[in-house]
């Protein structure tokens, strides 16, 4: 049962125990016959259920993934008390896409955009005695192909029920607002809307209403306090509808804080804001806002300002999906990539090209990661999804853009403007209206909503027709935006040599950033030597990948006036695909997170304060020994020199950062090193000689870092790793393992291809597997899979407490009732010596 608690407001979590049905057949809502459905759990997505299809109608653009419409119900019951004199909402944080809900048969509405959260007021059509009722949602993703990436289909994130008091805080109610920010104090208002049944007497009893807000530590300790009456309001607004009316009452608090902890990427420090709703004395509501304070901003001459310092934003676009979990991602899989990706020095992120999962701005605001928060990315003029020789008419977000637009954008908005990683709102990507006459109105228009709900960011938009041919974008689009955004810079022309130089003379006010540049894409563990038929002309050669890359990447980084770049891709995805792909490999990790070469390229640039240095390709390549062969070395150090079998190649350095005198002619803070290039890679030309390569890097004279690389004996054993190994028993939390196949030496078996079964002893149930092979069909949601140059991904997933338990009643053994203090994860492969690992369960937490 729901929401028995007697809190002032109860946020509980509603993804347990649901039951899924796709086929051919239309269900009836409030029925409660199940019989036909599958029990599944929250989120949840049906595309990757099932094989991966030529033919399928989301064709290439979609990841060549089972699509159509699915139905979802819920059976449960709610405290009688939480239904009489108070509410109950019920809130989807996202649904893809066109998502229809009835509660015990009554319809609801429904909502269309697959990334933004939607709600309702369920309690008048609820059960009063605490009996059953049914919660149905159809979703309907069959107008295909809509996507040019893989959306996924489904309940794809989390849905909560809510039991609030008639007197509470609306949804998005807090926006505290910065005003001035620096290391001195912090001027901030927190203007908060509260939702309370409508009273035509309300202005006979004003101070009925009081709102408290306490700003606390991160302990909970509090620091300051205001008290607001209802009579000090700002303003009221009367809704009504057919059952109810309501009022919204805002309330503008003024605050100052004294040497207040700002938040920065390398120290996100997070407040609390607690605001209380008391009425005639008595406490109706209590909601938590977690604030970072910090100062932001984009300047033509200086780029971006982090808390008054210049910070060159590090960035990489990411798709919303997991890879093998698809659209429904758990956190803790973010964390995972995330906190890889700030290790190679990545310090923002643009959210590509959709509202993201809430979780995810959250463990931005965490980690410290700044964000592009990106609304759109169609307006009305459709893009034709091409990819997958695709012969069906596009279908788009075009089709509901009228319609929708306006709602979509401002409970984006709402949402996510409190999260202070947050630093640039985007309302677009790469749209066609960007060339045509009026399509600056139409930016004007979601610029106006933006700076009405946030006055303080600036907006952005991903602009790929900046000086194109035939058709460039036009300067009054681009005008409209607060900073430009150029995707792809160094496309067109001479364009590719001068990068933003033209742009920077022709408009020296105008604030700059590169929104989308390409990566050194490939598919881990495979080296291109030369152009492929078919690869396409974006797909070089391993040795020459880095070269135009390096070239912008030097550019970016020595021009203050480039606020940043975001590169395409942080991870690889699903969907943009050529069959037999199903996915996009231009990210530097693939979709299981592993590292590629090109991870490794990016971190010696973008983290310069961890030495380091990394050779490929790798040793076990299928070429005829004495072949000549570039071996490339990405490193930060000083100078490197490579080894092959005890043999030295040459020490060599490349010119970034390069310095010049200082004080006095003739002058260095630092003795200059010889270099060899001013590519941001070193190369050399050696035999393909099996056995030890090594590239051995450079400081101040002395070695300061070694990769070593030998060429693998057979596979003899898979070895595990746990990205935590600490999981709640709640039916939801995740345990990620690594698997690799080494030899009896421990080397790592990059032609391994070996299946592996993983299994679990206990509370945990694998539901993901991968290996990174884009062309691999295998299925993502068996037990097993092959390996692919050595290595594999899985994901298992708790049982709740009440499984667990119902588990041990059916088998008949009393001790298996008890709640399990660890878990053993196994792996099989035929002929390999097989490695368990062990992992804990929080105790302190239970469903």
Same mark, same amino acid.
């Given at each position: ?70 139905? +979802?119900?819920?059976? #449960? ?11 109950? /909402?019920? &809130?989807? @944080? =996202? ?102 049944? +409508?009273?035509?007497? #309300? ?11 306490? /700003?606390? &530590?991160? @302990? =909970? ?627």
């Amino acid at each position: 049962m729901y929401l028995q608690r007697n809190d002032s407001r109860n946020t509980e979590c509603f993804n347990l125990d649901w039951f899924f049905y796709h086929g051919g057949k239309e269900q009836v809502p409030g029925e409660k016959d199940i019989t036909e459905y599958n029990s599944i759990k929250l989120p949840h997505d049906w595309s990757l259920s099932y094989p991966f299809n030529e033919d399928a109608a989301s064709r290439g653009s979609g990841g060549y993934v089972e699509t159509g419409v699915g139905w +979802y119900r819920k059976i #449960f019951s709610v405290n009688p008390a939480a239904v009489t004199g108070k509410k109950v /909402i019920l &809130l989807f @944080d =996202g649904v893809y896409m066109l998502a229809r809900v009835w509660v015990n048969g009554s319809f609801l509405g429904e909502h269309i955009y697959g990334y933004t959260p939607f709600e309702w007021d369920i309690t008048g059509l609820l059960k009063k005695d605490g009996s059953e009722n049914s919660i149905d949602v159809r979703v309907d993703n069959s107008a295909q192909p809509n996507s040019r990436w893989y959306s996924g289909s489904g309940i794809t994130r989390n849905v909560w029920l809510l039991g609030v008091n008639d007197t509470h805080v609306s949804s998005y109610g807090i926006y505290v607002r910065q005003k001035t920010i620096d290391e001195n104090k912090a001027v901030f208002t927190v203007e908060t809307k509260v939702h309370t049944a +409508y009273d035509p007497d #309300f202005c006979k009893k004003s101070d009925s209403i009081q709102l408290e807000t306490s /700003i606390c &530590l991160a @302990d =909970g300790t509090v620091i300051l306090q205001q008290m607001t009456k209802a009579d000090d309001l700002t303003g009221t607004k009367l809704i009504k509808n057919e059952s109810n009316a309501a009022e919204i009452l805002s309330f503008l608090q003024c605050i100052e804080l004294v040497s207040p902890m700002l938040w920065d990427i390398h120290s996100p420090y997070l407040y609390k804001t607690i605001v209380r709703v008391y009425q005639d004395g008595i406490l109706k509501d209590e909601k938590i806002q977690h604030t970072g304070f910090r100062d932001i901003t984009f300047d033509s001459q200086q780029g971006f300002l982090l808390n008054g310092n210049r910070v060159k934003l590090n960035g990489v676009c990411i798709h919303h999906d997991g890879g093998c979990v698809g659209a429904a991602v758990h956190p803790q899989i973010w964390e995972r990539r995330l906190v890889k990706l700030k290790d190679m020095g990545v310090n923002a992120l643009r959210m590509a090209h959709n509202p993201p999962d809430p979780e995810l701005l959250d463990l931005c605001d965490r980690l410290g990661l700044m964000v592009m928060d990106e609304a759109f990315d169609e307006w009305q003029i459709l893009k034709w999804k091409e990819l997958g020789s695709n012969t069906s008419a596009s279908r788009g977000y075009s089709e509901w853009f009228e319609n929708c637009h306006e709602e979509d954008l401002r409970i984006m908005l709402l949402r996510d403007r409190n999260h202070p990683s947050v630093i640039l709102w985007s309302i677009g990507n790469e749209v066609p209206e960007q060339t045509a006459k009026d399509g600056h109105l139409l930016a004007r228009h979601l610029k106006e909503i933006c700076h009405e709900l946030d006055p303080d960011r600036m907006i952005t938009q991903g602009n790929d027709q900046i000086c194109a041919e035939p058709n460039a974008a036009r300067d009054e689009f681009l005008k409209e935006l607060d900073v430009v955004g150029y995707n792809y810079v160094n496309r067109w022309r001479t364009r590719m040599e001068t990068l933003y130089d033209d742009d920077k003379r022709k408009y020296p006010n105008r604030c700059m950033i590169g929104t989308e540049n390409q990566s050194i894409s490939g598919v881990r563990g495979e080296y291109m030597l030369s152009m492929q038929d078919r690869a396409g002309w974006w797909k070089h050669p391993y040795f020459s990948a880095p070269v135009a890359v390096g070239k912008l990447l030097h550019y970016t980084m020595s021009h203050d006036y480039v606020a940043g770049d975001f590169m395409w891709t942080g991870i690889d995805y699903l969907g943009e695909a050529h069959w037999p792909s199903h996915a996009a490999s231009a990210g530097v990790m693939d979709m299981c997170g592993f590292e590629k070469d090109s991870y490794y390229f990016y971190k010696s640039i973008w983290n310069r304060k961890e030495l380091m240095v990394h050779l490929l390709p790798h040793w076990n390549l299928d070429i005829e020994e004495g072949t000549i062969l570039p071996v490339l070395g990405y490193t930060n150090c000083d100078s490197t020199e490579l080894f092959l079998n005890g043999r030295s190649y040459g020490k060599k350095a490349y010119a970034y950062p390069a310095y010049g005198m200082t004080e006095r002619y003739g002058h260095f803070d630092k003795e200059p090193v010889p270099v060899n290039t001013d590519d941001l890679f070193l190369s050399w030309d050696v035999p393909y000689i099996p056995g030890c390569i090594e590239l051995v890097g450079y400081k101040d004279g002395k070695e300061a870092a070694r990769h070593t690389v030998r060429t693998a004996l057979a596979p003899a054993m898979v070895r595990l790793s746990a990205y935590k190994k600490t999981v709640v028993l709640d039916g939801l939390d995740v345990v990620q393992i690594e698997a690799e196949i080494l030899d009896s030496d421990g080397n790592l078996c990059v032609q391994a291809d070996t299946e592996l079964t993983f299994s679990a002893d206990g509370a945990l149930k694998v539901i993901a597997v991968d290996n990174g092979n884009t062309e691999d069909m295998e299925s993502r949601k068996a037990n097993h899979i092959h390996a692919f140059h050595g290595k594999a991904f899985a994901v298992l997933q708790s049982v709740s407490q009440k499984e667990w338990q119902e588990r041990g009643k059916d088998s008949g053994l009393e001790e298996s009732c008890t709640v399990p203090k660890e878990c053993k994860i196994n792996v099989h492969a035929a002929g390999l010596q097989a490695e368990s690992i062990c992992v804990s369960f929080d105790e302190s937490i239970y469903n």
